[in-house]
């Protein structure tokens, strides 16, 4: 997995959920602003980015950001 790329989708949860910082290891779902919008948010993003689409319910799935980048990079 490119690094560079890894860290951009970190970025992306990051700025949907208004954090300071994302790492492979974190449940971003256990943020205080994690909900639809921020799995929405996160969706367009990556569709964006990366051209991969993944369902709002898949986006909820991960146990941590790391298996979200896999996921997406993989």
Sequence with gaps: MAQTEE???Y?????????DAI???D???RLPLWGSLAAFMI???VA???G????LSEIGG???AGELARRILG
């Excluded at 991969?52 to 369902?55: C, V």
């Design 52 to 55: 991969k689409e993944l369902a």
């Design 11 to 19: 970025s992306i949860v990051a700025d949907a959920l208004e954090a």
């Design 62 to 64: 991960f146990a941590s």
């Design 48 to 50: 964006r980015r990366f």
């Design 23 to 25: 790492e492979s290891g």
């Design 27 to 29: 449940d971003y779902r």
């Design 7 to 9: 860290k951009e989708i």
């Design 43 to 45: 969706k367009v993003s």
